[in-house]
């Protein structure tokens, strides 16, 4: 197998996706870019494997691998279960004491209806959104001494929780940086570059032989990384997706690769 001279790793929401109107073609040089030279890019998102496909076909993307769901899977790179990891999780949820479980509502818990109107999405988009293979994202509704229960107690069966947003999603505990060790593995000595705007995406970026961290006004930023001080990560101008395309064309142009 001839090797791509650099593997691209990529958050989507505020990242290659703008913030508010989820519109990726300012980004479209870049990816062409990316794609005359052969370099995979890799979509890095909370989003689940039937949403990134979507945005895999859209892009152009469609024959590359994608972290799905934080980092809890991967897909495109064959082997894969039709969500016997996610069917696994939800037995564990449900074999909590009653009085654990009710508080918390999964998206499995939900209906289409419920996720569009918690969401925000349209009726489809949310059904997409609940078509989980790996992990589950939901809301608290107890005190906050239960949910310190609730988060141990699934742990004692090795369930994750991280709280991010209005959401507290379960998983086994993989990262997108773990997720990305696993794609690397398939292409060895090959540099890579990671791109990324929220704390979900440190992992990643400190992973990645080279970072950029995309501006989001929408946020926070993120506090310095290992690394940055000496370089390897960077933070771009823009926001978004011209973020994006400026950082991409600008590290090609550094390597040499026209």
């Not at 696994?88 to 999964?106: E, I, K, Q, S, V």
């Not at 790996?134 to 809301?139: A, K």
């Not at 929220?198 to 501006?215: K, Q």
């Not at 101008?237 to 590290?251: E, M, Q, R």
Request: net charge negative; aromatic share 6%; proline share 7%.
């Amino acid at each position: 197998m001839k090797l791509p001279p650099l593997l691209v790793f990529s958050d989507l929401d505020g990242t290659l996706l703008d913030h508010e109107t989820y519109d990726w073609s300012p980004a479209r040089p870049a990816l062409a870019r990316l794609a005359a030279l052969g370099a995979p890019v890799i979509l890095t998102s909370s989003k689940t494997a039937a949403e990134i496909t979507v945005l895999q076909e859209a892009m152009d993307l469609h024959a590359h691998p994608a972290i799905v769901e934080n980092g809890a899977g991967v897909i495109g790179l064959g082997g894969e279960t039709a969500g016997d990891e996610y069917k696994r999780l939800r037995a564990l949820l449900d074999d909590l004491p009653t009085d654990l479980r009710a508080p918390y509502t999964g998206f499995g818990d939900m209906t289409d209806a419920e996720v569009a109107a918690q969401t925000g999405l349209p009726r489809e988009d949310a059904g997409r959104a609940r078509d989980r293979r790996f992990s589950e994202p939901g809301l608290w509704h107890g005190s906050d001494a239960g949910r310190t229960a609730f988060i141990s107690a699934l742990g004692d069966k090795g369930v994750h929780a991280r709280e991010g947003g209005r959401y507290l999603t379960l998983s086994f505990g993989r990262t997108k940086g773990d997720a990305m060790a696993q794609v690397r593995a398939r292409y060895p000595g090959v540099k890579t570059l990671a791109l990324g705007d929220a704390p979900n995406d440190t992992e990643m970026l400190e992973a990645a032989d080279y970072g950029v961290i995309i501006a989001n006004p929408h946020r926070a930023p993120l506090p310095p990384l290992k690394g940055e001080a000496a370089g390897r990560i960077l933070r771009s101008a823009a926001p978004g997706p011209k973020g994006w395309t400026d950082s991409v064309c600008g590290l090609l142009d550094r390597l040499g690769h026209e």
